[in-house]
């Protein structure tokens, strides 16, 4: 798979990368990274993560997948512990409600993000 398309496409839609042999690293928005290996002649390998200081995992460096599953467990356990606090008479609710409304934008944001960058790479390399 030559990675010149990939390049070509990539200034062409002036995207900050780094090429290091057929591995190019792209930075998008928000701190989310794309990592597009092409040392595989037969298929192209897209990876991402979420880097440095983010919106769904702080200072925590991981993929989205990974993400999304520890923020559905975050918000369990805060669920859970506003239940908890309900009975001390604390209503934690509408903080469990801005903390719901913050993960699902904000993994909305990546997710689409994620997947019309994939679907751009896509079509470049299958010309």
Known sequence: ME??????????YDYAYTVKDKIITTNLNLSQKVIIDLSNSQKV????????????????????????IYNFVAMLFFGFFCQYLEFSNKDFSSLLLVFIGWVLIFTSYYTINLASFKQEIINCTSE
Request: no cysteine; charged share 10%.
């Open 45 to 68: 390998i897209i990876t991402d993560q979420l880097v440095s200081w983010n919106f769904l995992t702080g200072g925590i460096t991981m993929s989205l997948k990974n993400a999304i």
């Open 3 to 12: 990675s010149n398309n990939v390049i070509i496409f990539l200034e062409k």
